[in-house]
């Protein structure tokens, strides 16, 4: 079970990393060019994306009250923001 857990926690900061790097590219190629703003670092991309992943997050529990599907729920609707503002503030720290 921890080692899944451990590869999932890989896989997710990889898929976080590949990311942040096509946001910065495409920030690059089409935002610095259109509106002549600065271009940004990798540090500040990755807060980009998780500022979207937050804003668009949405979670659809499944069907029933149980006591289950509301602690899923909860869980989501809490660990999830505290997940990634402590990821953002680790970028933000590694900056």
């Given amino acids: 079970m921890f080692k899944l857990f451990s590869l999932g926690v890989v896989f997710d900061a ?3 990393v590949i990311t942040g ?3 910065k590219v495409l920030w690059g190629w ?5 509106f002549g703003l600065t271009a940004i670092t990798l540090s500040q991309a990755l807060g980009v994306v998780l500022l979207v992943s937050i804003l668009t997050h949405q979670y659809v529990p499944k069907k029933g009250a149980t006591i289950e599907v509301l602690t899923e729920v909860w869980v989501d609707n809490t660990v999830y923001p505290i997940v990634l503002f402590i ?3 680790i970028i933000h720290l590694l900056a």
């Fill in 14 to 16: 990889i898929t976080l």
């Fill in 21 to 23: 790097l096509v946001v």
């Fill in 30 to 34: 089409f935002v610095v060019t259109a």
């Fill in 87 to 89: 990821l953002g503030w």
